[in-house]
């Protein structure tokens, strides 16, 4: 028998999923009370909590302070293992300046759209129909064709993002379950949107589970949460089961735990 604690471990996307979504990046609301939550969770974890995002891990860090974690961002192409630990490249690479110039071109033909500059990477945000949206995209994919096929376009909600095509949240995860204090453990991810499907893969292939946030990519994963406010609600619930230091046999069934948690949602306070 193994305290629940010390067996799983808590993977978190930032932006749809412990956030709610705001028109521009630098506008969204951080609820009072989630960073001493993230804190206290990452304690009852044994330090196995991450947050894996698209935003750079200052951003996270400012965001979330005076919480600090161990984190992904950039889509996995920056790691840090532990949360007083160094920030590491996964991949030693820039954007050519010519690249950029040809994605603010076309970003420029589209007035609801603007970049966010997450050096190296870049996201193309837009309030864009179905058919713009569409047009920006291929404009987008022919000019990484032209200068860098090395790099990627990931659609997400009202976002492209282009990064290097060898980053992912599915290897952030990978590299964050290889080393302590996420090792061996079984990881859970939440996410909530297309750009977190290589992680669901990840942690299904490590045993773990995904539990899916909002409509986006409910399909893809058998635990559902309909939005931010309900992922907040729900991490409450965790850290009081872990609070009570329920217990868990060693071939415990992950999903069981994932059910309980939905079964308490009802004596849950209001998000």
Excluded at 26 to 44: H, I, N, S, Y
Excluded at 145 to 157: E, N, Q, S, T, Y
Excluded at 202 to 223: E, F, I, K, S
Aim: aromatic letters at 4%; one cysteine or more.
């Amino acid at each position: 028998m193994t305290l629940l604690g010390s067996r799983i471990a808590l993977l978190l996307d930032v932006d749809g999923t412990l956030l709610d979504l705001a028109a521009h990046p630098d506008l969204v609301v951080v609820d009072p009370g989630l960073p001493e939550l993230l804190r206290t969770l990452q304690a009852r974890l044994g330090g196995a909590l991450a947050l894996v995002s698209g935003r750079p891990i200052a951003a996270l860090d400012a965001l979330f302070a005076p919480f600090r974690g161990s984190a992904a961002g950039l889509h996995g192409l920056e790691i840090r293992q532990s949360p007083h630990g160094g920030v590491t490249y996964t991949l030693a690479t820039t954007l050519a300046p010519a690249f950029h110039d040809a994605i603010a071109a076309i970003v420029d033909a589209f007035p609801a759209a603007f970049i966010e500059h997450k050096a190296p990477c870049v996201a193309v945000h837009h309030r864009l129909d179905a058919a713009s949206a569409e047009r920006l995209r291929q404009a987008l994919q022919e000019a990484i064709d032209a200068h860098a096929p090395d790099w990627h376009l990931l659609g997400g909600r009202l976002v492209f993002d282009v990064k290097p095509a060898a980053a992912d949240k599915g290897g952030a995860c990978r590299t964050l379950m290889r080393t302590e204090p996420f090792r061996g453990r079984l990881p859970i991810y939440l996410g909530d949107d297309t750009t977190d499907l290589d992680a669901f893969s990840a942690v299904a292939a490590l045993g773990g589970q995904a539990v899916a946030v909002g409509p986006r990519v409910a399909m893809h994963a058998a635990n559902h949460l309909p939005g931010a406010a309900a992922v907040r609600s729900w991490l409450r619930r965790l850290d009081r089961m872990l609070a009570r230091d329920v217990i868990a046999s060693e071939d415990a069934d992950l999903q069981h735990v994932l059910a309980r948690l939905d079964a308490t949602q009802h004596a849950d306070d209001a998000p």
